[in-house]
């Protein structure tokens, strides 16, 4: 019984997991258009391009790969380039991901742990000093 139940339990949780990827591993894993997912990562210099209103497109690196983001809504108050950010929503049709949730970093010590194991992974230095070239 417990195991059945246990089945069940995962099995209608299954839509409601939501993956966490760099922009290098949408990459690699080739994520499908459609698919919901948190892009992590720094946002990219120079790449912050307001549009009208509340709509706001910028990059999202890990150093290796970028990414285009949209989004429409307000952006958190910690948002700016070369800082920690993570975006939810879907990659559409063209490889540009659609952002419907924006979280920023919390303070100059801290940047979301998911994020911070990543880029640690890729070799990538984080903290004071840390100098993020970005390939174009």
Not at 104 to 126: C, F, Q, R, T, W
């Amino acid at each position: 019984m417990l195991a059945v139940s246990l089945i069940l339990v995962l099995f209608a949780m299954r839509g409601a997991i939501v993956y966490f990827y760099t922009p290098s591993d949408v990459v690699t894993k080739s994520v499908e258009p459609g698919q919901r997912f948190r892009l992590g990562g720094l946002v990219a210099g120079g790449s912050v391009d307001r549009g009208e209103g509340t709509k706001v497109g910028f990059s999202v690196t890990d150093t290796l790969q970028i990414i285009k983001v949209r989004y429409d809504g307000v952006l958190p108050d910690l948002f700016r380039e070369g800082q920690g950010v993570i975006a939810e929503g879907k990659l559409d049709g063209s490889g540009i991901f659609q952002a419907d949730t924006v979280l920023a970093k919390h303070d100059e010590n801290y940047m979301p742990p998911e994020v911070a194991k990543s880029l640690k992974e890729k070799g990538i230095k984080l903290g004071k000093g840390a100098v993020h070239p970005t390939k174009q």
